[in-house]
């Protein structure tokens, strides 16, 4: 099938403007994770750079050094992107339409709406150090225990937030949108142990906090910080949604630009990151941190105007 030099000009300004918004990210060696809790005895456990935690027990000889061997340098890799990636070229998206009409980006937006994000994970290819703008989608790996390895690999859930107005419902410009976790969903703890060659390493990891950012062009740059759950809206209380929206505990946002229309797309796609708390321990008595894990979801809004009864008039 022959693509048209248009269509094949809009793929590659498409590629080009993704590849300007990777420019000046901090592109890691194959392999390597964020920080993490140094090794207990015969285990270690570390967050990689996609946030999941890598708990592993070594068995007798199984060194973790290179053992003097001269290793080869890869030129060339495919890259997991960190949630605070994935928030930075969404918002790159929101202001430039090279970047939202992506193939990759487009099928976030799809997934965001089918509630399917949480099965993959966002992939750039480095050459030589740089990022080159490929990106693609691959199937996230899956929690697992290897007896070969003694390796543990805890993926932490995605958390379904509650919204007012619901998710499906057009919201209108300036109402607020109250964003909250039930406490079912908010109060949970991942707890995971690894037992092998007579050592048990348990994981465990539980939310602290969110942060919020809307897409809305109007809005880049603003990020609303959660310390908890957040505060659902009440209908049966005697206050207005504004009034609520600024009460202690409460977390909203507000949207100032429609969607929809010549130039604009049908919904904004912003991104919700729970942060969790990890820690482990091979005794169960001295907890070592292993720091805040980030967990991105998509937050996918359409926007209306709604005109008073005054400004109707004709």
Known sequence: MRVSRTAHRRSWRAAAALAAALVG????GP??????????????????????????????????????????????YWSTFSAAQVSYILQVASVDPAVAGHPVVREL???????TID?????????????????????ATPGSTSSWSSQMVTVLPGLRATFSPPGGLPVPVGEPVF????????????????TSRGV????????????????????VGQVLRCPGAGRAFDPTVPRTPARQSVEPG????????????PGRPDAWLGDI?????????????????????????????SVSEVRTQLEARP
Do not use: H, M
Request: with cysteine; proline share 5%; glycine share 12%.
């Open 109 to 115: 937006a799809a997934r965001a709406a089918a509630g």
């Open 250 to 261: 409460v977390c909203s946002v507000t949207y100032r630009s429609r969607t929809g229309g």
């Open 179 to 194: 964003i909250s976790f039930a406490p079912a969903v908010w109060n949970q703890v991942v707890d995971r142990t690894l």
């Open 273 to 301: 990151i729970v942060w969790w708390w990890a820690e482990w321990t091979t005794d169960g008595r001295r907890w070592r941190p292993l720091g805040e894990i980030p967990k991105l979801s998509l937050l996918r809004r």
């Open 25 to 28: 990210l901090a592109v890691p």
């Open 200 to 219: 048990s390493a348990r994981v465990r990891a539980w939310p602290v906090r969110f942060e919020v950012r809307t897409g809305d062009p109007a809005t």
């Open 31 to 76: 392999g390597a994770g964020t920080a993490s809790a140094a090794g207990d005895g015969g285990a270690s456990s570390r967050i990689s750079s996609d946030g999941r935690i890598i708990t592993t027990i070594f068995g007798s000889g199984s060194g973790r050094g290179s053992g003097g061997r001269r290793t080869t340098s890869v030129r060339a």
């Open 119 to 139: 099965d993959i994970t966002v992939q750039y290819r480095v050459l030589d150090g740089r990022a080159t703008g490929e990106v693609r989608l691959v199937p």
